[in-house]
């Protein structure tokens, strides 16, 4: 694909404008200074401060500004809105890049802890014993209550190579976990075929997440499948451009999400058309770890009629985020919208509610969704 959007679903996510990357996306912008008085005293403080404390060679004019900065966006208390210094912008460019350097674990917050969504096949993370849900309260010595996302996502990468260990709570059981960071490509789209039945599974919306469900769309139109399981669990979201596209495969045309910024506006987003499509009956597999793009998938399919949602009520990450670039090659990670399904259901710290409540997790849910779709 020659051109995407750029927008982080949930967890990250932006919207209304040229590129797109959701959850967890960007597009970059200027930001603009406010009008008002407000503004005046900020100057004011600044010119006080640089002009006369006692020791103004102690002053690092530039530490000063960042921390003006990043205490402004600290007082929003938003996990997902972070001041990002040059480090932290390249790294987060980085993410919606598809590959980075890190652990191989997808995170989000809850309730102020850090909670793992998933940890990929073969990752630092998992050889580690990473787990979903495991909470993670520091890195390297270093509590992590009261970062955000960012501050978090920096601690835990790194170059290639080095080493890092969290401290993790797994249901009250404190475990030390030693990782060597590695360049991470999270993996995608999976598909197998359980006799008339294909099973397809996205572990995440990565950059080309969409590309490679062409040919499975394909295969499964050439072999004769009856019905698509499309297992969405433990997918932490990715790219909003991906999600949409992906959608077309299933809901051609279809209204996909929408998206009601700070002014109440609301921005319609509907599938991307595909060369290979499919009107196979479907059951779409989801847990508390599916989020942001996982979400919005699942959300689409269920308020169109076009699958059966099995499962558990998934994680609640529909914030959309936005990456704001600043001088000095900086920038502000910034929330400034919220996602709903194209029914109005706000998914930020609610999910998306299954039509089947199931407990069952592994291959027993896959084979409950057989059993339903062969009139079981």
Do not use: C
């Not at 290639?160 to 060597?180: F, K, N, Q, W």
């Not at 359980?194 to 995440?204: D, M």
């Amino acid at each position: 694909m020659s051109s995407r959007w750029k927008i982080a679903l949930g967890s990250l996510v932006a919207v209304i404008a040229v590129f797109f990357s959701f959850g967890l996306g960007y597009f970059t912008a200027v930001l603009a200074p406010p009008d008002g008085d407000e503004l005046d005293r900020v100057v004011e403080a600044w010119n006080t401060l640089t002009e006369k404390y006692v020791e103004p060679g102690s002053i690092d004019r530039n530490a000063l500004a960042e921390a003006a900065i990043s205490a402004m966006v600290d007082y929003l208390g938003d996990p997902y809105s972070a001041y990002l210094d040059t480090a932290g912008y390249h790294a987060t460019l980085d993410d919606f890049s598809g590959t980075y350097t890190g652990i191989g674990a997808e995170m989000a917050i809850r309730d102020g802890a850090l909670i793992v969504l998933t940890a990929y096949p073969d990752s630092p993370a998992e050889k580690a014993g990473l787990a979903p849900g495991d909470r993670i309260t520091a890195v390297d010595g270093q509590p992590t209550e009261g970062l955000n996302m960012t501050e978090l996502g920096l601690l835990v990468r790194g170059d290639a190579g080095i080493p890092v260990t969290l401290t993790v709570d797994r249901a009250g059981e404190t475990l030390s976990m030693t990782m060597v960071r590695a360049v991470i490509t999270p993996p995608s789209v999976k598909l197998e075929m359980l006799g008339n039945v294909a099973y397809i599974s996205i572990s995440s919306f990565n950059d080309h997440a969409d590309e490679e469900m062409l040919p499975v769309i394909q295969e499964i139109n050439r072999n004769g499948a009856e019905s698509i399981i499309l297992d969405l669990r433990y997918n932490p979201g990715g790219l909003v451009t991906t999600v949409v596209n992906t959608a077309g495969y299933f809901l051609p045309d279809q209204t996909i999400f929408t998206v009601k910024d700070n002014d109440g506006k609301v921005t319609t987003h509907k599938a991307v058309s595909q060369s290979a499509t499919t009107d196979l009956p479907m059951v779409v597999l989801v847990n508390e770890f599916s989020a942001s793009g996982s979400e919005v998938l699942s959300g689409a399919l269920q308020d169109h009629d076009r699958a059966v949602i099995a499962g558990k009520q998934t994680f609640g990450k529909g914030s959309v985020t936005q990456l704001f670039n600043l001088s000095g090659d900086t920038g502000i990670y910034l929330t400034i919208a919220r996602w709903y399904t194209p029914d109005g259901h706000l998914i930020e710290g609610i999910g998306i509610t299954p039509d089947f409540a199931l407990e069952l997790t592994g291959e027993d849910l896959v084979n409950w969704a057989i059993d339903y779709l062969s009139g079981s």
